[in-house]
C-alpha cells in the first residue's frame, strides 16, 4: 500500500513552487485587478454615455423635423413614433393638422440609457434632457447635455 510518508519522499528533490513563489503570484494578480477592474468598469459607463448622446440627437433631430412640418414641438416625446394622426398632438395640446404632419418620425422613443428612465421633454421649448443626474465621466453634468 502507497502510504503518505512514501510519497513526501519522492516527491522531495522535485522541483516544485515555494509559498513565497505562490504569496507573489497571488499579490500580483491582485494588484493587477485592482487596476484592471475600474476600467472594464468606467468602459461600460462610457458606452452608455456615448449611447445618451447618440439618442439625445435622434431625438432632437426628430423634434425639429416634427417642427418643420407643423409649426409646433409635440405635446409628449411619444407622439414622435406614433402612427395614427388622430392621437398625435402639438405643444399646446390641440390634435396636429393632418395635412402637414408626415409622422412617424421615429420607430420608437428610447430610454435613457444610463438612468433606464425615460427622457426628460419640455413641449413649450422642445428641450429634451437626460433624465440622469450627477456628473459624467468627462466631468459635465448630464442634464446639461
Do not use: C
Not at 433624465?131 to 448630464?142: I, K
Request: cysteine-free; proline content about 6%.
Amino acid at each position: 500500500m502507497y502510504s503518505l510518508v512514501e510519497h513526501v519522499e519522492k516527491s522531495r528533490g522535485k522541483p516544485a513552487f515555494t509559498m513565497a513563489e505562490l504569496l507573489a503570484a497571488v499579490v500580483g494578480l491582485a494588484i493587477l485587478s485592482s487596476i484592471l477592474l475600474p476600467k472594464l468598469m468606467s468602459s461600460n459607463t462610457r458606452a452608455k454615455e456615448i449611447e445618451l448622446k447618440s439618442d439625445l440627437i435622434t431625438l432632437r433631430t426628430a423634434i425639429q423635423a416634427f417642427r418643420a412640418d407643423t409649426g409646433h414641438y409635440p405635446f409628449r416625446l411619444q407622439d414622435l413614433a406614433e402612427t395614427d394622426v388622430t392621437r398625435v398632438r402639438v405643444a399646446s395640446g390641440r390634435k396636429v393638422d393632418k395635412e402637414t404632419w408626415q409622422g412617424p418620425y421615429l420607430e420608437s422613443i428610447p430610454h435613457d440609457p444610463v438612468s433606464g428612465g425615460w427622457f426628460r421633454y419640455v413641449p413649450k421649448t422642445g428641450k429634451v434632457s437626460s433624465a440622469t443626474s450627477g456628473p459624467a465621466l468627462d466631468g459635465t453634468q448630464y442634464s446639461s447635455w
